[in-house]
């Protein structure tokens, strides 16, 4: 199995704070990275597939970036409807894999 | 718009079978292009991909449930089931159904709401 690594595990930030999260994968998965976004009591919700392309209808405040194995998720200017959990997850091979997430809360 | 939802137990009692259905609206179940999914999480925790299952039948699974796992699709009725055998308290969490798109490059979106199983005597 290919095994994803997030950091940080959380972070705290101000709202209009530029936020970046990375997730590395145990080996290369090309561009086969996608993001998701979590809000508490919700399902989680595509933000980001194939490293970079940015889902309809999601902001373009939402940057992804990377390929092989190291991977990033930047958001340039935090709103107050981004404070969620963020997960990566690979689309390489199968079984399909998550990272941990990254928990974003106000500072 | 597509939208999916998830119906079944809340509790399961150990060593039993956990059985959940998804029902599928706005979009044929019968996609060419779109494969069906379950995923999990347990309460506090991350999220864990349980299966897949394309509309002809052929699934995938996790190789870390295999063993328990079915993935059933009854395409009459736009729906796909998930039954999972001998659960334990470790299977308690909440449980996805989501479109997934296997052989592209988006994942699993969209996802229904979700349902909670607990595992529990």
């Known amino acids: 199995d290919i095994q994803m690594t997030q950091s940080p595990s959380s972070l705290s930030a101000s709202i209009g704070d530029r936020v970046t999260i990375t997730c590395r994968a145990s080996?290369?998965?090309?561009?086969?990275l996608n993001w998701y976004q979590q809000k508490p009591g919700k399902a989680p919700n595509l933000l980001i597939y194939a490293a970079s392309s940015l889902q309809s209808g999601v902001p373009s405040r939402f940057t992804g970036s990377g390929s092989g194995a190291d991977f990033t998720l930047i958001i340039s200017s935090l709103q107050p409807e981004d404070f969620a959990t963020y997960y990566c997850q690979q689309t390489y091979s199968t079984p399909r894999t998550f990272g941990q997430g990254t928990k974003v809360e106000i500072k | 718009q597509l939208q999916l939802q998830e119906s079944g137990p809340g509790l399961v009692k150990p060593s039993e079978t956990l059985s959940l259905t998804c029902s599928v609206s706005?979009?044929?179940?019968?996609?060419?292009?779109?494969?069906w999914a379950w995923i999990r999480q347990p309460p506090g925790k991350g999220l864990e991909w349980i299966g897949t299952?394309?509309?002809?039948?052929?699934?995938y699974y996790n190789p870390s449930l295999k063993s328990r796992v079915t993935v059933s699709v009854d395409t009459a009725k736009n729906q796909f089931s998930l039954k999972l055998t001998s659960v334990t308290a470790a299977d308690t969490a909440m449980y996805y159904c989501?479109?997934?798109?296997?052989?592209?490059?988006?994942?699993?979106?969209?996802w229904g709401q979700g349902t909670l199983v607990t595992v529990s005597s």
């Open positions: 299952i394309y509309y002809s039948g052929s699934t």
């Open positions: 989501a479109r997934h798109d296997y052989g592209g490059p988006r994942g699993f979106d969209p």
């Open positions: 080996q290369s998965i090309d561009n086969y």
């Open positions: 706005g979009d044929s179940i019968n996609s060419i292009t779109y494969y």
